[in-house]
Every structure is written in C-alpha cells, then in structure tokens.
C-alpha cells in the first residue's frame, strides 16, 4: 500500500517531502488544543477579544520529531486586522518540543495539522 505524501516548501523555496501525520501530541488532540488554549489566555497580551473562529496550523517536525516550522491557515484579514495572537500561538506550538510521539516510523519528514477554536 503506498503512503500518501505532501509536498511542503520551506520558507526558503526548499521542497520536502513529507508524510501527513504519523504524529501525535502525548496527550492527544483534545490535551493539545487545552495547552494551547492555556497558554494564550495566560498570556500577558491577551485582551479579551473573542474571534470565535478556528485556525488550523501545520507543524513541520523532521526524523527526530524536532519542530522544524510551524504556518497558519486561516481566513484572510487585512494587515491591520491580523489578530495579535498568532505569535501566542507559534510559541506555545514550539513550546511542545518534546511532547511527541511517532505513530509511523521511518520518515524523513512528518506533517500535523492541528484545529484550534479560538473564543
């Protein structure tokens, strides 16, 4: 059976190939999306305002399962309305280095999407 792969482009043009999941969060999705959540309402930039939107984030993570880039999806604003919380973000997802674990073995390259409700 062959795996499906993605093809992921480097923020400097460089192309990788990658296998979607394979991935998971120690605790689960459920434990993920509750850490990120923490940490964006305990953060000192936090104001309160909801969005009430979800934003899906793709993690780029190598062999060693080492976060090697994180992006955004999500609904297009104009600069001035970007919502600050993206680096809040960005930062709890690369605060989970290590708090991995392979379900498939032997890639070079894994991919995890993950949801986040934003309230």
Not at 2 to 28: L, T, W
Not at 60 to 75: V, Y
Not at 76 to 81: C, L, N, R, V
């Given at each position: 059976?062959?795996?499906?792969?993605?093809?992921?482009?480097?923020?400097?043009?460089?192309?990788?190939?990658?296998?979607?999941g394979?991935?998971?969060?120690?605790?689960?999705?459920?434990?993920?999306?509750?850490?990120?959540?923490?940490?964006?309402?305990?953060?000192?930039?936090?104001?309160?305002?909801?969005?009430?939107?979800?934003?899906?984030?793709?993690?780029?993570?190598?062999?060693?399962?080492?976060?090697?880039?994180?992006?955004?999806?999500?609904k297009?604003?104009?600069p001035?309305?970007?919502?600050?919380?993206?680096?809040?973000?960005?930062?709890?997802l690369?605060?989970?280095?290590?708090?991995?674990?392979?379900?498939?073995?032997?890639?070079?390259?894994?991919?995890?999407?993950?949801?986040?409700?934003?309230?």
């Amino acid at each position: 059976m062959k795996k499906n792969r993605e093809i992921y482009y480097s923020v400097n043009g460089e192309k990788k190939i990658a296998y979607p999941g394979g991935v998971e969060f120690n605790g689960g999705n459920d434990s993920l999306s509750a850490y990120i959540l923490s940490k964006y309402v305990n953060h000192p930039d936090y104001n309160y305002d909801e969005f009430n939107v979800n934003e899906y984030f793709f993690m780029l993570f190598d062999k060693d399962l080492n976060i090697k880039g994180i992006r955004i999806m999500h609904k297009k604003y104009a600069p001035k309305e970007r919502p600050y919380y993206d680096s809040i973000f960005i930062n709890a997802l690369k605060s989970t280095a290590g708090m991995w674990r392979k379900t498939v073995e032997n890639q070079e390259w894994y991919i995890y999407l993950h949801r986040q409700r934003v309230y």
